[in-house]
């Protein structure tokens, strides 16, 4: 089966050029600038015109909630949502009921995915204070990396002794992808006020509990591990200004993840939000999220991920105590950061950097990221149509999101999988699954 992609604009390699790209089966096997009539002659033509074309995008950091959370989400839903929103790889975290804190667990995640995922996948496997010999003997094909809860967490996933941290750091052989808040200053904070409000403060004061301080003490630890052992240390879901000063040219070793809620909401979003925006770590200031838009455009973060993690509407009530936190986001991802292109933040080979080719390099994902002759034909194809999210094109199986009111001026149209049009013209074909993810070690 030949398929040919015509009159769109392929974007990849920090050029945008106008080009057609040819699909063999499951591979990009040639691209033709618009200037050459030699075409071949294709089975499907695809018409981009007036298009972007650009690579599948890699979520790095999704929740699927798969096994034990899955009224909230499972590898099945989430996975076509990722599908619909142009993400054609996703890393699912190990906080699940089991945790994915050993090679079981991992296996059977993997073999799950391989019959329910409609797109390629990669699990992590999580840290713990007492596993430190699954960490070091993991086979690295078998996952991106290793998950560091160095802050508040789901059951025994938060590694809180410091003889452990360094074990962790010394002896992955694997990136290291750390959630860094400070446990000690979040309950203090908590306790605090708590006591001042005289019962549960309202979700305004969440930024204030998880607070700036709190990400900095942990986010400076984690660094100060890897400068000392030169572990590769990827600072998951970066939220302030100040902890950004801690990323340094000469530590090539140290990068930082930014989230799209961090960079799309800040904390005067609450007032109309309320909880549906809570996160953790906490959305914060509109100073912080100011540098983490110049950061992204001037290469102190290098990638973008969603932090994808639906939960029921009727979990997301109450305050900083009792709402749940994380939102589902990776349907609208590429649609808001498309956005923030519009809005000149960065540009659309920045982006395509951020959340494609990034990603692929930063973990070493084989064949994949880019729009290159050979590689697996994973692409998305964007169009600019006006988009406002409501309640009613909602897809997701928690059935509600945070974007709900918000305006795009682009939306995900076709979705190609390893060469299979899943996506086409909005509409999902489940017929086809996803593959395991393979890597350069």
């Known amino acids: ?107 059977k995640k993997l073999d799950k995915a391989s019959r329910k995922s409609s797109v390629n996948y990669a699990f992590f496997i999580g840290a713990t204070n007492d596993n430190i010999d699954q960490i070091a003997n993991i086979d690295t094909q078998l996952t991106p990396g290793i998950k560091l809860f160095m802050g508040s967490s789901t059951g025994n996933m938060l590694v809180d002794r410091r003889e452990t941290l360094q074990q962790v750091f010394q002896k992955s052989k694997l990136p290291i992808v750390a959630h860094c808040e400070d446990t000690n200053i979040i309950e203090s904070n908590m306790k605090r006020f708590t006591q001042q409000l005289g019962g549960e403060p309202p979700i305004e ?26 572990a590769r240390l990827h600072i998951a879901h970066i939220s302030t200004k100040r902890e950004l000063q ?30 549906l925006i809570k996160c953790n770590p906490a959305i914060k200031t509109n100073s912080d999220r100011e540098e983490l838009r110049k950061a992204i455009a001037d290469g102190r973060i290098t990638t973008i991920a969603t ?26 991802s590429l649609s808001a950061m498309m956005q923030l292109v519009e809005k000149k933040v960065i540009t659309i080979e920045q982006l395509v950097a951020l959340m494609c080719h990034n990603p692929a390099t930063l973990f070493n994902v084989a064949e994949r990221g880019f729009i290159r002759k050979g590689y697996k034909a994973d692409i998305a194809i964007v169009e600019k149509q006006p988009l406002e999210v409501t309640k009613e094109n909602l897809t997701c199986r928690c059935q509600w999101s945070p974007m709900i009111g918000e305006k ?34």
């Open 1 to 107: 089966m030949q398929t040919i992609i015509e009159n769109g604009t392929i974007v990849s390699d920090g050029k945008a050029k106008q080009a057609d790209i040819v699909i063999t089966d499951d591979r990009i096997t040639d691209i033709i600038d618009h200037a050459n009539a030699n075409h071949p002659d294709c089975d499907r033509h695809i018409d981009a015109a007036g298009c972007l074309v650009i690579p599948g995008i890699i979520d790095t950091h999704v929740h699927m909630r798969d096994p034990g959370l899955t009224h909230k989400g499972d590898i099945e839903t989430e996975s076509q949502e990722a599908a619909r929103g142009g993400v054609t790889t996703v890393f699912d975290m190990p906080n699940t009921v089991p945790q994915t804190t050993n090679i079981e667990e991992l296996n």
């Open 205 to 230: 004061y969440h930024p204030l509990i998880r607070s700036e301080e709190a990400c900095w003490q942990s986010t400076s630890v984690a660094v100060e591990l890897a400068r000392q052992t030169g």
């Open 408 to 441: 795009f001026d682009w939306q995900v149209r076709d979705t190609f999988l390893n060469g299979q049009h899943i996506v086409n013209n909005h509409r999902l074909n489940t017929q086809y699954k996803g593959q395991q993810i393979t890597f350069n070690r």
């Open 246 to 275: 801690l990323i340094k040219n000469e530590y090539p070793n140290i990068t930082a993840e930014a989230v799209v809620a961090h960079l799309w909401f800040t904390n005067e979003d609450y007032k109309r939000k309320g909880a």
């Open 307 to 332: 932090d994808h993690a639906p939960h029921l509407l009727s979990e997301k009530q109450g305050g900083c105590k009792k709402a749940a936190s994380g939102m589902p986001m990776i349907r609208y």
